[in-house]
């Protein structure tokens, strides 16, 4: 399991750890609005990576923002020098999301890696496993699998208007802008490119709290050889040990049902354990 802090500060990550007995894979922090035109001023993120790395011992992971940017005085940092600083601050690993489906699109475009994508300047520094690729998506239904030139798949419940079919649409800044690349062709170039792992975030199944989307993780966790972590929808212990029977994930992350303590970290390993999935209790 992967403990997500979209938002929050260092007592209280380090607080849910030592008395709820989180026993988690890594703890990751989104930082989804401050800072986007000049990253290496997020000051308050920064302090909370320091402090964090020196009181919470799990692998960190940090994103937004990072890129290729220039300042408003007009002096140019490389994604790898925003790395740097995270890196220096305590992260273990970069979420790389909107410049990675820009670097996917050009790639799928060309067909030439020109090694200057962030995703590509960060692997090759630091190594891939280091970089996770953060995919926010949302569902295109369709009436029939051919529709689109995207990969689709044949839903397990019909769409509102019952369609059979659906195709899973990547977005950037947030998930406020549609891209024209679909999340199967995205994950196979972005394994390509360099990414260590990828981190699916269905945003039609975002605080619905009725399952993550299995379609879904499903196709993405099938088509590539890196680990996938599922996202988006859990509501209680039986979407965990769903995921991880019907797909090929390698983790499950969940935020706000434990931020709200709606459901405890100790009953989601129970029970993961009473249906024979192996986890440390």
Known sequence: ???????????????????????????????????????????????????????????????????????????????????????RSGADKISIGSDAVYAAEEYLRTGVKTGKSSLEQISRVYGNQAVVVSIDLRRVYLKNSDDVEFKAVRLTNPGPNGEEYAWYQCTVNGGREGRPIGAYELAKAVEELGAGEILLNCIDCDGQGKGFDIDLIKLISDAVSIPVIASSGAGGVEHFSEVFAKTNASAALAAGIFHRKEVPVQSVKEHLSKEGIEVRI
């Open 1 to 87: 399991m992967l403990l997500d802090y979209g938002a929050g500060n260092v007592r209280s990550v380090r607080n849910a750890i030592r008395h709820l007995g989180f026993d988690i894979k890594d703890v990751s922090f989104l930082n989804i609005t401050g800072f986007r035109d000049f990253p290496l001023g997020d000051l308050p993120m920064l302090q909370v990576l320091r402090y964090t790395s020196e009181n919470v011992f799990v692998p960190l992971i940090v994103g937004g923002g990072i890129r290729d940017f220039t300042d408003a005085n007009g002096r140019h940092y490389t994604s790898l020098e925003v790395a740097l600083e995270y890196f």
